[in-house]
């Protein structure tokens, strides 16, 4: 069992294996390509990547709205670690929707980006808003029209558990 805010991505695996060595080098011919998935998006059979290279399934997701103390820690590099008996994968040093917003006002955040909205409606995702009108939803795919990013907003966008388009 993992206890942990909304927002805290895991790892989510794909269902088929890859036939190609992964551009980035990050997965090897064979292995499973995923994506980061808020912990409040995850499914009963999601499967997720665990620290000896197996994966485990999600057994069930309950919610318990209640103050809680969380501790943000700061990983070197990817900002990825192993959590919980499980040794789950999951990212962190990630900004919540409303702290990258206060960056974006602050103009903490890199020029372009104009707001990140959370979901109003089942199967929508969190998403990021440019000034050119175009939004990227958290797993890489345009939500509305499509944009070059620049280095800075790729980075400050991965920095929080953004996917980058392909």
């Not at 992964?22 to 390509?33: D, K, Q």
């Not at 998935?37 to 620290?51: H, S, T, Y």
Request: hydrophobic letters at 40%; glycine letters at 10%; proline letters at 7%.
């Amino acid at each position: 069992m993992v206890e942990t805010t909304p927002e805290h991505p895991f790892y989510v695996l794909a269902s088929a294996p890859l036939a190609l060595s992964f551009a980035e080098g990050w997965l090897a011919v064979g292995e499973t390509v995923g994506r980061w998935v808020p912990a409040g998006e995850l499914a009963i059979g999601d499967a997720i990547r665990q620290a000896d290279g197996t994966t485990g399934t999600v057994q069930a997701v309950e919610v318990v709205a209640q103050p809680q103390v969380m501790y943000n820690l700061t990983v070197a590099q990817a900002h990825t670690f192993f959590v919980g008996d499980g040794q789950w994968l999951v990212h962190n040093a990630c900004l919540t929707p409303n702290q990258m917003n206060r960056a974006i006002q602050r103009g903490q955040a890199p020029r372009g980006i104009e707001r990140v909205d959370t979901p109003k409606i089942p199967g929508e995702q969190l998403h990021v808003h440019f000034s050119d009108d175009s939004a990227l939803n958290i797993d890489g795919t345009w939500k509305h029209g499509q944009t070059t990013l620049t280095s800075p907003q790729r980075e400050w966008l991965t920095d929080n558990g953004w996917t980058l388009p392909k």
